[in-house]
């Protein structure tokens, strides 16, 4: 690593203490949205006082003509979530860092959370910006991949560990 990519990572962190400082909430318990942002996923985090979970969702933008996209990545961040409401149901493998292998589970297809905060950023990797916000609601419906991810993460908050079924009570069936 040269000097010039340090100096980078090191703007790049000061930006990132600001940009925490700026909600006022504990640095802690930004590491989700930062987990979510730098690794990727959904992430969750609690301590005694409190806890937080973000929740990731992408979507990709592809021109057909010019043959180039990008994909834009949505973080949602809330401290202090509760469930207010569940609709549907998702059967789904799911794989949890803790597993070696995935499961099967049931997720709600809508989920409406509320939190104390809701801070929503946007990931553009063709404008190279993060843009975040506090949102102005307190509670918020996410539908589809951001709804399982959040029922996950709650989980763990909840339970500790993601209980499913092994996949290998699965069937193998080959077609002839």
């Known amino acids: 690593m040269d000097a010039e990519e340090i100096r980078t990572i090191f703007k790049f962190s000061a930006l990132e203490k600001n940009m925490i400082s700026s909600f006022g909430i504990e640095e802690e318990l930004f590491l989700p949205f930062?987990?979510?942002?730098?690794?990727?996923g959904s992430w969750s985090y609690a301590s005694e006082e409190t806890k937080s979970i973000a929740v990731k969702d992408v979507i990709t933008f592809y021109d057909d003509e010019n043959k180039i996209g990008?994909?834009?990545?949505?973080?949602?961040?809330?401290?202090?979530?509760?469930?207010?409401?569940?609709?549907?149901?998702v059967s789904r493998l799911e794989k949890c860092g803790t597993k070696e292998e995935r499961e099967l589970v049931e997720r709600p297809y809508f989920?409406?959370?509320?939190?104390?905060k809701i801070i929503f950023a946007e990931v553009n990797p063709s404008l190279k910006k993060i843009t975040v916000r506090e949102l102005k609601k307190k509670?918020?419906?996410?539908?589809?991949?951001?709804?399982?991810?959040?029922?996950?993460?709650?989980?763990?908050?909840?339970?500790?560990?993601?209980?499913?079924?092994?996949?290998w009570i699965f069937e193998y069936v080959k077609e002839q």
């Open 34 to 40: 930062l987990l979510s942002l730098k690794s990727g």
């Open 70 to 89: 990008y994909t834009l990545e949505k973080i949602y961040f809330f401290v202090d979530p509760k469930v207010v409401k569940e609709e549907g149901l």
């Open 111 to 116: 989920i409406t959370l509320q939190a104390k």
């Open 139 to 167: 509670h918020i419906q996410l539908k589809g991949t951001p709804a399982y991810s959040a029922a996950h993460e709650l989980e763990h908050l909840e339970k500790g560990e993601v209980k499913g079924i092994p996949i």
